[in-house]
């Protein structure tokens, strides 16, 4: 079955980097577009950053426009979310998520805490 194994969360200074990282199994990995996802504390899960299953285009949103980075690797089956100039509004659980034919597969989540 689909497994998506997030890791990479953890307390950041504002200003900090982190990078998150997703190992998935039980799909065919390069087939199927991948994307971050987030939500915080009493608000809706909101779309980060999306590419493709061929790596070969990517879409972010707006807030994370040039601080935040989606890449991966078909050959280890990994996802990852490279995270620079961290702000306290970035706070929020982090969930890995694959696109399989029109349906969205979740991963358990990566907490992320930016706060001094």
């Known amino acids: 079955q689909v497994q998506l194994v997030e890791s990479g969360g953890d307390l950041v200074q504002p200003g900090g980097s982190l990078r998150l990282s997703c190992a998935a199994s039980?799909?065919?990995?390069?087939?199927?577009?991948m994307s971050w996802h987030r939500q915080a504390p009493g608000k809706e899960r909101e779309m980060v950053a999306h590419i493709t299953g061929a790596g070969d285009s990517t879409t972010y949103k707006d807030s994370v426009k040039g601080r935040f980075t989606i890449s991966r690797d078909n050959a280890k089956n990994t996802l990852a979310l490279q995270m620079n100039r961290l702000k306290p509004e970035d706070t929020a659980i982090y969930y890995c998520?694959?696109?399989?034919?029109?349906?969205?597969?979740w991963g358990q989540g990566t907490q992320v805490t930016v706060s001094s």
């Open positions: 039980g799909f065919t990995f390069s087939n199927y577009a």
């Open positions: 998520v694959a696109t399989i034919w029109g349906q969205n597969r």
